[in-house]
Nanobody, 125 residues
Framework: LRSAAGVWGGLVQPGGSLRLTCTAS????????IAWFRQAPGKEREGVSC????????YYADSAKGRFTMSGDKSKNTVYLQMNSLKPGDTAVYYC??????????????????WGKGTQVTVSS
């Protein structure tokens, strides 16, 4: 399984903001579902947000609603995750992924074809 997408993140204080970027090379991100996932130590991977490439509809986990915004630039083959009002509970490794739309792909990543390497996001004072 190839991992061709990259994510850049970092360290931020509680209440702060951070934007993650995912860019693919060699293939198009925009052929099905494009999603952000995260995994905190000792916890299962969870879906954060997901875009259906065919119609642009976007979905968010309850934990992300109202604080996170997923967007994309098809011309740049890039997607973004703008995260505002960050909390320590948002600390995790964040991954972008793309794959066919449907099933549980946006919820738990099953069936996703390509995964970014992941980046650590730490929310701490």
């Amino acid at each position: 399984l190839r991992s061709a997408a990259g994510v850049w993140g970092g360290l931020v204080q509680p209440g702060g903001s951070l934007r993650l970027t995912c860019t693919a090379s060699g293939f198009s991100l925009y052929y099905g579902a494009i999603a952000w996932f995260r995994q905190a130590p000792g916890k299962e991977r969870e879906g954060v947000s997901c875009i259906n490439s065919s119609d642009g509809s976007t979905y968010y986990a309850d934990s992300a609603k109202g604080r996170f915004t997923m967007s994309g630039d098809k011309s740049k083959n890039t997607v973004y995750l703008q995260m505002n009002s960050l909390k320590p509970g948002d600390t995790a490794v964040y991954y972008c992924a793309t794959g066919p739309w449907g099933g549980s792909s946006c919820y738990n990543g099953n069936g996703m074809d390509y995964w970014g390497k992941g980046t650590q996001v730490t929310v701490s004072s």
